[in-house]
């Protein structure tokens, strides 16, 4: 079959065509076909399957994920009701209102007891923050490094939380030569009250 005879084939019998012909026709339709099914059908299908498959894999981690949550959901239980336990042992060790007076005396007793001398005891303002309020008090004490250790102890062992912050421990300044092994200690104490709903609202 010649280019020329391809030139003379009549459109209007395509079944008197040769079989060359017939055959290129036959693939070039089923091309043709294949071709605008890919782009207006299958193509959109298989950004869809991409996008399906996608999406299994992130469900399938979120089901992992709530699975071993699920597995564990009683260890979750029990590890929820200690730590309310605990909060709760936290909460009673922060002073009320009312108690925060008598923690005070405590903490300049402790002091007294062990043989320091006050030079300063100053409650400053409440700080508050979320369930707590903060009470910083300024202390500057006289004595020696031995009474400055049960001091801290002792008010560490306060049935209550106060902590200490910013120690500055230095030799005492005075004329007398009796008082010159003395040392002063500056430390900020602080107490956390808890802030009852209306305060904390």
């Given amino acids: 079959m010649k280019l020329s005879d391809l030139q ?3 459109f209007s019998d395509v079944g008197g065509w040769p079989l060359l012909a017939k055959t290129i026709a036959i693939v070039v339709i089923a091309i043709l076909v294949l071709a605008a099914g890919y782009w207006f059908d299958t193509r959109a299908q298989l950004e869809s399957l991409d996008r ?3 999406k299994e894999q992130s469900l399938k981690e979120v089901f992992e994920k709530k699975a071993h949550k699920a597995v564990n959901l009683e260890a979750y239980k029990a590890q929820m009701e200690e730590i309310k336990r605990s ?3 936290m909460l009673r ?3 009320s209102k009312t108690e925060v007076a008598d923690l005070l005396v405590d903490v300049s007793q402790a002091g007294l007891a062990n043989g320091l001398e006050f030079e300063l005891f100053k409650p ?3 700080i508050p923050a979320e369930f707590y309020a903060e ?3 300024k202390i500057a ?3 020696n490094y031995h009474e400055f250790g049960r001091f801290v102890s002792d008010v560490a062992a306060l049935p209550r939380i106060v902590t200490l912050h910013d120690f500055v421990i230095s030799p005492k300044k005075s004329k007398d030569k009796a008082d010159q092994d ?3 200690m500056k430390v900020t104490a602080k107490t956390y009250r808890y802030l009852e709903e209306q305060g904390v609202q």
């Fill in 124 to 126: 400053d303002k409440e």
């Fill in 8 to 10: 003379n084939l009549d």
């Fill in 141 to 143: 004490v006289v004595g």
């Fill in 93 to 95: 060790q922060l002073p």
């Fill in 87 to 89: 909060f709760g042992a």
């Fill in 135 to 137: 009470l910083p008090i």
């Fill in 182 to 184: 003395e040392l002063e």
């Fill in 52 to 54: 399906t498959r996608n």
